[in-house]
């Protein structure tokens, strides 16, 4: 047998060698996907959000892996902004951004969940179609959760969504009524005070045509909190207490701006009657009056002529102490003394249309309509 010299044997394993590194090297060359690889998509191009979708299924976005050409798992995320935020030095600066699980291809939304996002995140005016921009983020992170060299991939969508204003249950004050006044056992509009700072101190608003004294629309105010506390009468009028008997008011029969104050036991009633001043009446506040439904708990003004481009405020008892704008976002905001803030209401259509202004669900949750 010839033998085979040691020369030939380097050779062929240098060979080998050479081949199995530049194959373990082929497996470690990144190959970013394309955009469209993705195949990124909404189940639905126009949703539409009520109270009655809160518990729904609304909305799904979904994708495809992304596929780095190398052996690393991509992180992921979606991120939601207007689509005048998307172009530009900051495009995208100002997004809302929802990291996914690891090895989640969907996102799936709770009607609630989206429109928090919505209204209160992105603060799109709720009631109107709005275009929303979504942007899927992958990229490849390191170990520390850094930041790597390789380039994340896009892909974007657009959809139409038209989110509500959200009533909060804000902590409350439950009206029981005393004597022979029926109110209603569990929380109800109209008649509840909220405390929309979540602290010591709760406002709204109370219809008590029997504010007669000892034989007219007495009550106590429960805590939802804590339904052993019942705050009743302080010893006056304006004070309460936790082992008093019913509040009783001075105030002459009427519809009540209540503010009470749990820490400091005090309670102030102030009689009230709603009127719209603006453009369109010189700012009169007495000329366009509201009537206050008792059915409806609402106040309604029917046949106001309002131009486009112009305002109105809500004003009472023939000033600005007490009266409403709307703030940043479009929702009723206090604008009265001592705070004295808000923007005007704006005017969006030229026309003869109903006001209403619903105070019923307590303090920051105050709406108005013009229809």
Same mark, same amino acid.
């Given at each position: ?10 050779? =062929?394993?240098?060979?080998? *060698? ?5 194959? !373990?090297? %082929? ?40 596929? #780095? ?9 979606? !991120? #939601? ?22 090895? /989640? ?8 969940? =989206? ?14 179609? %709005? ?23 896009? %892909? ?12 909060? !249950? ?37 219809? *008590? ?60 009633? /102030? ?8 453009? &369109? ?29 112009? /305002? ?8 600005? &102490? ?50």
């Amino acid at each position: 047998m010839k033998k085979i010299s040691f020369p030939i044997i380097h050779a =062929f394993l240098f060979v080998a *060698l050479f081949l199995g590194c530049k194959k !373990e090297a %082929s497996k470690n060359i990144v190959a970013p996907p394309s955009a469209g690889s993705l195949a990124f998509k909404s189940s639905a191009a126009n949703v539409v959000l009520t109270a009655a979708t809160d518990a729904a299924n609304v909305v799904t976005f979904s994708f495809n892996a992304a596929k #780095f050409g190398v052996q690393v798992v991509p992180t992921y995320s979606l !991120e #939601f902004d207007l689509p005048a935020d998307t172009t530009g030095a900051n495009a995208w600066a100002n997004a809302v951004v929802v990291k996914l699980p690891a090895g /989640t291809l969907t996102k799936t939304y709770l009607g609630a969940d =989206f429109n928090s996002l919505l209204a209160n995140q992105l603060m799109l005016p709720t009631g109107v179609a %709005s275009t929303l921009a979504i942007r899927l983020k992958a990229e490849v992170t390191q170990n520390t959760g850094a930041g790597s060299s390789i380039k994340p991939i896009y %892909s974007s969508l657009s959809m139409t969504v038209n989110p509500y204003k959200a009533t909060i !249950e804000y902590p409350a004050l439950i009206v029981k009524g005393g004597n022979s006044w029926k109110t209603p056992a569990a929380r109800s509009n109209g008649f509840v005070l909220t405390s929309a700072k979540f602290n010591g101190k709760y406002e709204g608003y109370l219809n *008590l045509p029997n504010a007669d004294g000892y034989g007219g629309d007495a009550f106590q105010l429960v805590s939802s909190k804590d339904v052993s506390k019942v705050y009743g009468w302080g010893g006056t009028s304006t004070t309460m207490s936790l082992t008093g008997g019913n509040l009783y008011l001075t105030p002459a029969p009427a519809y009540m701006k209540v503010n009470a104050d749990v820490d400091a036991l005090t309670i102030t009633y /102030t009689p009230v009657k709603f009127f719209i001043s603006g453009d &369109d009446n010189g700012w009169s506040t007495s000329a366009t009056p509201l009537i206050y439904n008792a059915t409806t708990m609402k106040w309604v003004a029917a046949n106001v002529a309002l131009t486009a481009g112009k /305002t109105f405020v809500f004003t009472a008892n023939g000033g600005y &102490d007490i009266s409403y704008k709307v703030d940043g976002s479009g929702a009723l905001v206090f604008a009265g003394a001592p705070t004295w803030g808000g923007i005007n209401i704006p005017v969006t259509k030229t026309g003869v249309f109903t006001v209403t202004l619903d105070l019923s669900a307590g303090d920051g949750n105050y709406t108005y309509s013009i229809k």
